[in-house]
């Protein structure tokens, strides 16, 4: 599958990068979920930089940032489209296009080991090999905030996840098969989430390297 193809052809990105009003209806979700997430992290917590990993046009990147008053921001997406917008919304953001492994050089041209914090939100049911994603993910970083999708439920179990679905989800997850996932990744979690066992909800962690 190409990805970068399938997310610069995505109906919904295609309509947020080319309908401002749409985007502001979507900037009000995203501006709750940066709320929850960020509420996730102790106010000790040392963070003076942030990447979010599938930052699609930077908009929850960027939310998060502000609240946690963070000025060293970087966003990664595999769509082009997504990054073009993203530098022209936010000029004072390093953007890259690719993949997490396309990450290393640009850390290692600014001498950068790890980040302080990586946002994955509604990223990890995307990606092929997630396992094997988030510990990747553990090298770059000591601390992760997770915002994905709980989808394993009645209300779904028609759904045909993979390739073909139409949002690009490879596969679901309920509570449990989540917890296990950043256990297996060689994270600690601490855990706040909305879990509602007939609809949709989301798993919200802050994960740390064990």
């Known amino acids: 599958m190409d990805f970068e193809k399938f997310y610069d052809g995505q109906k919904d990105y295609i309509a947020f990068r080319d309908d401002p009003l749409k985007r502001a ?34 908009i929850l ?7 946690l008053s963070v000025k060293d921001i970087s966003g990664l997406d595999i769509s082009g489209e997504n990054i073009k917008l993203a530098k022209n919304l936010y000029p004072g953001c390093k953007f890259y296009q690719g993949t997490i492994e396309d990450l290393k050089p640009a850390m290692e041209s600014r001498g950068l080991k790890k980040y302080d914090l990586v946002i994955l939100s509604d ?9 094997k994603f988030l510990t990747t993910v553990r090298t770059i970083s000591n601390y992760v905030l997770v915002n994905l999708p709980l989808e394993k439920c009645f209300r779904n179990r028609n ?11 490879l596969r679901w997850y309920d509570f449990k098969s989540a917890e296990e996932l950043m256990r297996n990744a060689g994270f600690t979690i601490s855990i706040k989430s909305f879990y509602d066992p007939v609809g949709q909800s989301d798993f919200q962690v802050l994960v740390g390297r064990k």
């Open 61 to 67: 990147l960027n939310k998060v940032a502000e609240k």
């Open 123 to 131: 990223i990890i049911e995307h990606i092929p090999d997630d396992l």
């Open 25 to 58: 209806e979507y900037e009000i979700k995203v501006n709750w979920k940066a709320d929850r997430l960020v509420s996730l992290i102790p106010e000790k917590m040392p963070v003076n930089n942030i990447i979010e990993i599938g930052c699609a046009m930077g």
């Open 159 to 169: 759904r045909k996840y993979g390739e073909n679905d139409p949002s690009g989800h």
